[in-house]
């Protein structure tokens, strides 16, 4: 079934580390996506998001997101993470065939130790 | 104003009860959207509209019945649930359709059903 995936399910990082979280779809053609946070008992909360142009994306917190189309990734990165990082990370995409589909990833743990 | 909101924050119900959540925002967005979230899991899709009318339907158990009366209101009619359904009912909004439009969450609505 077309899906997307992340593969890291806990990651646990010392305070000034850096960040990559991985993410994959498998939808053919060209989809939208998204990366949200959500922090202890709070909502969803959008990170960055892509659709077109620049690859690169920057987003809030000093999130970027890099699309490469070849290998259908959309992995988060962040330079150095912050005990306030600790949160769970959901990949998500809006698929080609219907714009009003909206479609999570398993989400990543991160843990970030002081 | 780009909040979503829900209510109740928590309910506890019987399996024999008929409830009802809420959610309402006033962005102008045209889909809203009803995920269910159980722990250390993503959000999965229940339900969207889109203008009003039904877009997507997950196979969702018929005990589960939405209704969206107009742009800005969104709810979950819920009947004879089973202990297995308690879990955190999101709500969700975005433009219809829209290309790079990100969805807004609710804070969710905490389901026990006893």
Redesign the interface.
Do not use: C, D, H, T
């Given at each position: 079934a077309q899906s997307v995936s992340q593969h890291n399910h806990h990651v646990i990082l010392s305070e000034a580390a850096s960040l990559e979280l991985g993410c994959n779809y498998s939808y053919g053609g060209t989809v939208n996506l998204f990366w949200y946070v959500q922090y202890p008992g709070q909502h969803l909360q959008l990170l960055l998001k892509y659709f077109s142009g620049d690859p690169l994306v920057k987003g809030i917190k000093g999130f970027e997101a890099e699309f490469i189309k070849s290998k259908f990734s959309f992995n988060l990165r962040k330079p150095s993470v912050q005990w306030s990082d600790t949160a769970e990370y959901f990949c998500a995409v809006i698929p080609p065939h219907n714009n009003n589909d909206m479609r999570f990833g398993a989400g990543t743990r991160l843990t970030v130790k002081p | 104003d780009t909040e979503v909101t829900q209510t109740p924050k928590h309910l506890v119900m019987g399996m024999t009860n008929k409830k009802s959540l809420k959610c309402e925002q006033h962005m102008g967005h045209r889909?809203m959207?009803w995920y269910k979230q159980k722990a250390?899991?993503?959000?999965?899709?229940m339900f969207?509209y889109?203008y009003e009318k039904l877009?997507?339907n997950e196979s969702v158990p018929s005990r589960f019945s939405p209704e969206c009366p107009n742009s800005s209101l969104l709810n979950l009619h819920l009947h004879a649930l089973q202990p297995e359904d308690s879990a955190l009912y999101?709500c969700?909004s975005?433009i219809?359709?829209?290309?790079?439009t990100?969805?807004f969450?609710?804070?969710?609505t905490r389901l026990t059903v006893v």
């Open positions: - | 889909a959207y250390k899991k993503p959000p999965e899709l969207v889109s877009s997507i999101l969700a975005r219809p359709g829209g290309v790079n990100e969805a969450f609710g804070q969710g």
